[in-house]
T-cell receptor, first 115, second 116 residues
Framework: DGGITQSPKYLFRKEGQNVTLSCEQN?????MYWYRQDPGQGLRLIYY???????QKGDIAEGYSVSREKKESFPLTVTSAQKNPTAFYLC??????????????FGDGTRLSIL | AQSVAQPEDQVNVAEGNPLTVKCTYS??????LFWYVQYPNRGLQFLLK??????LVKGSYGFEAEFNKSQTSFHLKKPSALVSDSALYFC??????????????FGTGTKLQVIP
């Protein structure tokens, strides 16, 4: 079955450390997204990518970085500059950024905590 | 700018009773509206969407939603609630226009608790 795989499920970060969250999809979707979920705040967009080798900042990109070297993969790095990284991180994809009437497909998330 | 409001943080309903989870939106054009469900420590799962056409939209697991343009609402409903419906529900809006990335805006979520 096609879907989105996020790993690891749980991740712990030490002070001053960068950590990378993996997101892989086999849906042949062009567009991929990273969201941060905090209790009571809904989902906030960190970065999105409409096509390989291209990505754009979302609403809360500071302290995060991404790459999109392959269509299937969209890893997110939480850098030491992100002072409050504790959250649930969700990766999503759609057929194309212009597929306005299509829902997003989500992975099962990575829960990041500070040690 | 587009926005979505889910006015209730939590909704409690007895098993077997009808349920409603409220959503109102604000866009400058015609909206594309979505409902998603999230179970603990899982990603969001798509339930249903309104694009155009009939105002009553039917989706997965017996859920339906009614689009009301005059009230700018898109409430999620189910005639008979199950304990297994207990989860976090998100409403989302996307405003289509030409070219580029079309942002999806999510509501803050409503926790549904179905009481046996």
């Amino acid at each position: 079955d096609g879907g989105i795989t996020q790993s690891p499920k749980y991740l712990f970060r030490k002070e001053g450390q960068n950590v990378t969250l993996s997101c892989e999809q086999n849906l042949n979707h062009d567009a991929m997204y990273w969201y941060r979920q905090d209790p009571g705040q809904g989902l906030r967009l960190i970065y999105y990518s409409q096509i390989v080798n291209d990505f754009q900042k979302g609403d809360i990109a500071e302290g995060y970085s991404v790459s999109r070297e392959k269509k299937e993969s969209f890893p997110l790095t939480v850098t030491s500059a992100q002072k409050n990284p504790t959250a649930f991180y969700l990766c999503a994809s759609t057929l194309g950024a212009g597929a306005f009437n299509q829902p997003q497909h989500f992975g099962d998330g990575t829960r990041l905590s500070i040690l | 700018a587009q926005s979505v409001a889910q006015p209730e943080d939590q909704v409690n309903v007895a098993e077997g009773n009808p349920l409603t989870v409220k959503c109102t939106y604000s866009v400058s054009g015609n909206p594309y509206l979505f409902w998603y469900v999230q179970y603990p420590n899982r990603g969001l799962q798509f339930l249903l969407k309104y694009i155009t056409g009939d105002n009553l939209v039917k989706g997965s697991y017996g859920f339906e939603a009614e689009f009301n343009k005059s009230q700018t609402s898109f409430h999620l409903k189910k005639p008979s609630a199950l304990v297994s419906d207990s989860a976090l529900y998100f409403c989302a809006v996307r405003e289509p226009n030409s070219g580029g990335y079309q942002k999806v805006t999510f509501g803050t979520g409503t926790k549904l608790q179905v009481i046996p």
